[in-house]
């Protein structure tokens, strides 16, 4: 099966544990992430989040997840099927280089004939969305 990735990689001066603090509190996502919002559930694996995604120039929807891997301090993966013909995974990592030094990624790899429609049809919203969470995480983690 064909897959399609949309991802950004940003440098930010905090530690792992800053960042995983911040990935790990669902509720305090609004002060960081401007894309998912109302964040709730649990991080377990097949735990359940249910979130509000408003990537800007598309309709925001509800949405409800399910946990597929995670490990503190460096990821946190969740998946989303929409029937047989779109799947969506959603992850955020973070690479430890150094005491305070950190490398956040966070994107979204779509599958399925529908995934790659829809990865190919709204490809700069996408990616204005991982912009914008990298950013928002940067400046969180940094002040």
Partial sequence: METARIERRIGVRASSDRIWELIADLPGWDRWNPVETGVEGTIAYG????????????????????????QPLTQLVWLEKRGLWFGAMRYFEIEELGPGSCIFANGFIFSGLRGEMH????????????????????TTAEA
Avoid: N
């Fill in 47 to 70: 735990g359940s989040i249910a979130l509000t995604e408003a990537v800007p120039g598309l309709p925001g929807r509800r949405a409800g997840v399910r946990v597929a891997e995670w």
């Fill in 119 to 138: 990865f190919d049809r709204h490809r700069p919203k996408l990616r204005t969305a991982v912009d914008a969470i990298a950013e928002g995480m940067k």
